[in-house]
């Protein structure tokens, strides 16, 4: 079992743009100020700490809202490739419809709003506080930079929400984002524009890097990596492509792809070599049916396992090669006698088994959560330069990593799009269940098309979407809107 015992106590509260006294909390629990959190380095990192922890409680009392792992999952099922397998159990339904995200009220609408607030206010006040905190000026460093990083990775996700996508081609970008909060505050403040988010975006990352280096205690904290890795993601969204290749090459340089043989062990052990960035589950903060693998694994003994296990869409894996391990994250014959369910769990066809946890059945959610991995930046790297023409650069980043999956993968001869095809095809079946699906198809302006597969019109109903439609922005939540007089909505 893992222990380590974090000093949790000191997680800030919930700091929105809204007034409503509901929302907002800007008062360590405890009711330690935030004079006390930070007025040493010791006291500023097990606020830190409280930081990471509140991303993945549950919110609005909704046990399959647990926090940015929920939201992994939820930009997956509004893609087309991470497939609800039937209704018998109705966790994530509404996202997957796109209905939750487009009503105003709903559970799923509000969930990302009030997450990533709440990380950007907690962060705030360490921004805010921690300069006088008594300790060395390294502590200081490490608590800002770890702040800086979590602000800007929290506005990175809303603006890609709540936004519409980023177009280089238009520069400045002044469509409405979402209200930048830089300051410990209450007061409701309008939205900015989508290029003034960004812009603070890569300033608090700029400011990350200087204060952070690459060591660090635990992978579920922010190091410089990770916010090179953060650079490389927000880069590739702003079709910045050269900066993309440079920083995700940067971030990826201290860490190794996992062997075949580490590929097939459950994607649930943070110590794998390749994940840079993760929650550590740790025996003291488990979130039972309300933890990440609850939903997305193959063999939690939980009702939405046992009933309505995840697929992966039949037309893309039907393309993935024998050879390929990443083949074997699935089972395509519903019957089959390898698939790891929970007792008395259904076997459908494409049922998932890359995520898994020890046990069969496994009666503990103590499984580990990926946020970032270094596949991820060698498929942005590949990505970058086979967009800047750089055929050769392209090919040979993603034979390195396509190579560890299958040993049989040649090097690609392929040009232009028929290239950049093939690394999105792999980004989607490296990066399945992972949450990139959504923002993915929103950054490259194109549509969700759901047609041809094996999702079925009851679970889904809606199969085509526009690129570039309304319906690809989260709708501002209705309590926001009445709390906060500067705000507007996005077009219903």
């Given at each position: 079992m893992k222990k380590r015992y974090l000093t949790l106590v000191m997680a800030l509260g919930l700091l929105a743009t809204a007034c409503e006294k509901q929302y907002l909390e800007l008062s360590p629990t405890g009711n330690i100020d935030a004079g006390a959190a930070y007025a040493t380095t010791k006291n500023a990192a097990a606020a830190i700490n409280g930081i990471y922890r509140a991303m993945i409680v549950r919110y609005l009392d909704s046990q399959g809202h647990f926090g940015h792992p929920a939201m992994m999952i939820i930009l997956d099922v509004l893609g087309e490739d991470v497939v609800i397998a039937n209704t018998a159990n109705t966790w994530h339904l509404p996202e997957t419809r796109w209905q939750a995200h487009r009503s105003e009220t709903s559970v799923g609408d509000e969930l990302p709003y009030r997450l990533y607030y709440r990380v950007i206010g907690n962060a705030n006040l360490a921004i805010a506080n921690i300069d006088n905190a008594a300790g060395t000026q390294a502590e200081r460093n490490q608590v800002k930079g770890e702040a800086l990083g979590l602000r800007a990775f929290s506005y990175f996700n809303l603006v890609q929400l709540f936004g519409k996508r980023y177009n280089t081609a238009t520069k400045p970008n002044a469509q409405l984002g979402v209200p930048l909060v830089l300051t410990p505050t209450t007061e409701g403040l309008p939205r900015a524009t989508v290029e003034e988010v960004y812009t603070q975006i890569n300033k608090d990352l700029a400011?990350?890097?200087?204060?952070?280096?690459?060591?660090?205690?635990?992978?579920?904290?922010?190091?410089?990596?990770?916010?090179?890795?953060?650079?490389?993601?927000?880069?590739?969204?702003?079709?910045?492509?050269?900066?993309?290749?440079?920083?995700?090459?940067?971030?990826?340089?201290?860490?190794?792809?996992?062997?075949?043989?580490?590929?097939?062990?459950?994607?649930?052990?943070?110590?794998?070599?390749?994940?840079?960035?993760?929650?550590?589950?740790?025996?003291?903060?488990?979130?039972?049916?309300?933890?990440?693998?609850?939903?997305?694994?193959?063999?939690?003994?939980?009702?939405?396992?046992?009933?309505?296990?995840?697929?992966?869409?039949s037309v893309l894996y039907d393309q993935i090669p024998a050879t390929d391990v990443r083949s074997k994250m699935w089972v395509k014959a519903p019957t089959a006698a390898n698939s790891v369910v929970p007792t008395g769990g259904v076997r459908v066809a494409y049922m998932t088994q890359k995520f898994r946890l020890p046990g069969t059945p496994s009666t503990s959610t103590m499984g580990d959560v990926p946020y970032m991995r270094v596949a991820e930046m060698y498929l942005i790297e590949a990505e970058a330069q086979a967009r800047q023409g750089n055929t050769a650069a392209a090919a040979s980043v993603l034979f390195d990593l396509v190579s560890k999956r299958d040993p049989s993968y040649?090097?690609?001869?392929?040009?232009?799009?028929?290239?950049?095809?093939?690394?999105?095809?792999?980004?989607?079946?490296?990066?399945?269940?992972e949450g990139f699906r959504f923002t993915d198809l929103k950054r490259m302006n194109l549509p969700l098309n759901r047609t041809g597969a094996n999702l079925s019109s009851a679970v889904v109903v809606l199969f085509e979407v526009p690129a570039g439609d309304n319906q690809w922005e989260f709708l501002i939540p209705r309590r926001e809107i009445n709390a906060n007089k500067a705000i507007v909505q996005n077009p219903l």
């Amino acid at each position: 079992m893992k222990k380590r015992y974090l000093t949790l106590v000191m997680a800030l509260g919930l700091l929105a743009t809204a007034c409503e006294k509901q929302y907002l909390e800007l008062s360590p629990t405890g009711n330690i100020d935030a004079g006390a959190a930070y007025a040493t380095t010791k006291n500023a990192a097990a606020a830190i700490n409280g930081i990471y922890r509140a991303m993945i409680v549950r919110y609005l009392d909704s046990q399959g809202h647990f926090g940015h792992p929920a939201m992994m999952i939820i930009l997956d099922v509004l893609g087309e490739d991470v497939v609800i397998a039937n209704t018998a159990n109705t966790w994530h339904l509404p996202e997957t419809r796109w209905q939750a995200h487009r009503s105003e009220t709903s559970v799923g609408d509000e969930l990302p709003y009030r997450l990533y607030y709440r990380v950007i206010g907690n962060a705030n006040l360490a921004i805010a506080n921690i300069d006088n905190a008594a300790g060395t000026q390294a502590e200081r460093n490490q608590v800002k930079g770890e702040a800086l990083g979590l602000r800007a990775f929290s506005y990175f996700n809303l603006v890609q929400l709540f936004g519409k996508r980023y177009n280089t081609a238009t520069k400045p970008n002044a469509q409405l984002g979402v209200p930048l909060v830089l300051t410990p505050t209450t007061e409701g403040l309008p939205r900015a524009t989508v290029e003034e988010v960004y812009t603070q975006i890569n300033k608090d990352l700029a400011d990350a890097a200087t204060l952070l280096t690459s060591s660090r205690s635990f992978k579920s904290h922010i190091n410089l990596d990770v916010i090179k890795g953060f650079q490389a993601r927000v880069a590739l969204t702003q079709q910045n492509w050269a900066d993309a290749a440079k920083f995700a090459a940067e971030a990826r340089k201290s860490y190794t792809a996992m062997s075949v043989a580490q590929y097939q062990e459950g994607f649930s052990d943070i110590s794998n070599p390749e994940w840079m960035w993760g929650f550590d589950h740790l025996e003291d903060q488990s979130e039972y049916f309300g933890a990440f693998h609850s939903y997305i694994s193959s063999n939690f003994n939980s009702t939405n396992i046992r009933v309505d296990p995840k697929v992966i869409n039949s037309v893309l894996y039907d393309q993935i090669p024998a050879t390929d391990v990443r083949s074997k994250m699935w089972v395509k014959a519903p019957t089959a006698a390898n698939s790891v369910v929970p007792t008395g769990g259904v076997r459908v066809a494409y049922m998932t088994q890359k995520f898994r946890l020890p046990g069969t059945p496994s009666t503990s959610t103590m499984g580990d959560v990926p946020y970032m991995r270094v596949a991820e930046m060698y498929l942005i790297e590949a990505e970058a330069q086979a967009r800047q023409g750089n055929t050769a650069a392209a090919a040979s980043v993603l034979f390195d990593l396509v190579s560890k999956r299958d040993p049989s993968y040649k090097l690609s001869t392929k040009t232009g799009t028929s290239l950049i095809d093939e690394i999105l095809f792999n980004r989607r079946i490296e990066l399945w269940g992972e949450g990139f699906r959504f923002t993915d198809l929103k950054r490259m302006n194109l549509p969700l098309n759901r047609t041809g597969a094996n999702l079925s019109s009851a679970v889904v109903v809606l199969f085509e979407v526009p690129a570039g439609d309304n319906q690809w922005e989260f709708l501002i939540p209705r309590r926001e809107i009445n709390a906060n007089k500067a705000i507007v909505q996005n077009p219903l």
